[in-house]
């Protein structure tokens, strides 16, 4: 069966660096990966998404690269801030509409100033 | 516009009886997927409804159930409830057809905790 893990469950890292968080998937080759934000309490909110056939996508200070020979997605915060302290998932689909996901267990990214 | 709605927000059941969790999908959406969240297994997929019909379905026993009304409005239900059941239950939106060029965006309520005692 499809199984995702991200290797890292927690994550310090100080205000100014740059975050990077680990997604990796065996067994499945997904149409789609996708990263979300949790805060404490409450329900993931989505931060993007990419496709197979794309090797990187940026949005602000979000990066996030996507290598299906090593079944590997990379999500990088750039300038971290303490507002991005939170649980960070990585997602991958098992229907063509991208509407049914299987989710990492998150890491939780503390950044400190 | 108004977000995914899920009510109840908290709720306590006694083991052996049976819980109804409401979601009001984003206007316009017709998919409505469920998870339950716990520390120890994370965010795992229920099953999704598209359109009334239930499109995908995960590893869970037949005691969770769920359905989508003409309005896009879904309920799930677990009878005979278990401690183990004691969980974060989400529920997410989309437009749901086939994957756009921009993708499937989902938005996820805010969640019912339910405790069993």
């Known amino acids: 069966s499809q199984k995702i893990e991200q290797n890292s469950e927690a994550l310090n890292i100080q205000e100014g660096k740059t975050a990077t968080l680990t997604c990796n998937y065996t067994?499945?080759?997904?149409?789609?990966l996708q990263w979300y934000r949790q805060d404490p309490g409450r329900g993931p909110v989505f931060l993007l998404l990419?496709?197979?056939?794309?090797k990187e996508k940026r949005k602000e200070r979000l990066k996030v690269t996507f290598d299906t020979t090593l079944k590997q997605s990379l999500f990088h915060i750039t300038a971290s801030q303490p507002a991005d302290s939170a649980t960070y998932l990585c997602?991958?689909?098992?229907?063509?509409?991208?509407?049914?996901?299987?989710f990492g267990k998150g890491t939780t990214l503390s950044v400190s100033s | 516009k108004a977000g995914v709605t899920q009510t109840p927000r908290y709720l306590i059941k006694t083991r052996g009886q049976q819980v109804t969790l409401s979601c009001s999908p984003i206007?316009?959406?017709?998919?409505v997927s469920w998870y339950q969240q716990t520390p120890g297994q994370g965010l795992q997929f229920l099953f999704e409804?598209?359109?009334?019909?239930?499109?995908n379905k995960g590893n869970f026993p037949g005691r969770f159930s769920g359905r989508q009304f003409s309005n896009s409005r879904s309920e799930m239900n677990v009878s005979t409830l278990e401690l183990g059941d004691s969980a974060l239950y989400l529920c997410?939106?989309?437009?749901?057809?086939?994957?756009?060029?921009?993708?499937?965006?989902?938005?996820f309520g805010e969640g019912s905790w339910l405790t069993v005692v």
């Open positions: 206007s316009g959406h017709r998919s």
């Open positions: 067994n499945y080759s997904p149409a789609y």
């Open positions: 409804y598209f359109s009334e019909t239930q499109r």
């Open positions: 990419i496709r197979e056939n794309e």
């Open positions: 997602a991958l689909d098992f229907n063509q509409a991208g509407t049914a996901l299987i």
């Open positions: 997410a939106s989309s437009l749901g057809s086939a994957m756009t060029s921009s993708g499937n965006t989902i938005y």
